[in-house]
């Protein structure tokens, strides 16, 4: 089985470094375009089933990729990203300013960051967000399955499958929008060949422009 990953498109509030968390904002022309893109680089793979979180710009990022292909899209609430409590919406530099230490933890030492602000801790994202893959794996129904989640969900489950403490969460690469990653299983062996890859969005996203606005 393989297990493709890939971050929903760019959105509006990725460009104002708003924590989006549970709410949400639209993909930018540029998160629409990259969607293409991925959805072009995967045009050749059989993907016969695609599970998103249930937030709009990853399900938008689903649409567009599947295009016009029989692929059914699931939604599963475990693959939502991290509740952020009442950062939701706020810029990084409000964070910052308001809140200083749990800001230090949340980049520099997640396996630290304790939510205070009402939101979920990365180990509870992680129990959630590994529970819905090894749902996925449990099955045994599908060879080639693609997860659109987002940048903290996708980190957590990387690192759990690359047996990482929670520590090492935010090493790199950074999870970009429309990055690819991918997990291999192979009876109870499984690894991550690789992790947040980008080489389809240096394609040259100029065909792809005249066709978003229909999104």
């Known amino acids: 089985m393989k297990i493709y990953?890939?971050?929903?498109?760019?959105?509006?509030?990725?460009?104002e470094n708003r924590l989006q968390g549970w709410k949400d904002s639209p993909l930018t022309e540029k998160g629409i375009v990259d969607a293409k893109l991925l959805g072009n680089r995967l045009k050749d793979i059989d993907i016969d089933i695609i599970y998103s979180s249930s937030s709009g710009r990853a399900i938008?990022?689903?649409?567009?990729?599947?295009?016009?292909?029989d692929i059914e899209i699931v939604m599963d609430e475990g693959l939502r990203e991290m509740g952020v409590g009442d950062w939701h919406g706020m810029t990084l530099e409000e964070i910052k300013r308001n809140n200083p230490k749990e800001y230090y933890n949340y980049w520099y030492a997640p396996h630290l960051y304790i939510g205070t602000n009402g939101g979920e801790d990365f180990y509870q994202v992680q129990k959630r967000a590994v529970a819905a893959v090894n749902s996925i794996i449990h099955e045994r129904k599908y060879e080639n399955?693609?997860?659109?989640?987002?940048?903290?969900?996708?980190?957590s489950i990387i690192t759990y499958y690359q047996n990482k403490s929670m520590e090492k969460l935010?090493?790199?690469?950074?999870?970009?929008?429309?990055?690819?990653?991918?997990?291999?299983?192979?009876?109870?062996?499984?690894?991550?060949?690789?992790?947040?890859?980008?080489?389809?969005?240096?394609?040259?996203?100029?065909?792809?422009?005249?066709?978003?606005?229909?999104?």
């Open 5 to 15: 990953l890939t971050r929903h498109g760019q959105t509006q509030w990725n460009i």
């Open 60 to 69: 938008t990022t689903a649409k567009i990729i599947k295009e016009k292909k």
């Open 145 to 155: 399955v693609l997860i659109i989640s987002h940048g903290v969900t996708l980190k």
């Open 170 to 215: 935010w090493d790199p690469p950074i999870l970009e929008g429309t990055s690819l990653s991918l997990i291999e299983v192979d009876g109870d062996n499984i690894k991550v060949p690789f992790c947040g890859d980008v080489s389809h969005l240096k394609d040259g996203p100029q065909k792809f422009i005249n066709s978003i606005a229909i999104y």
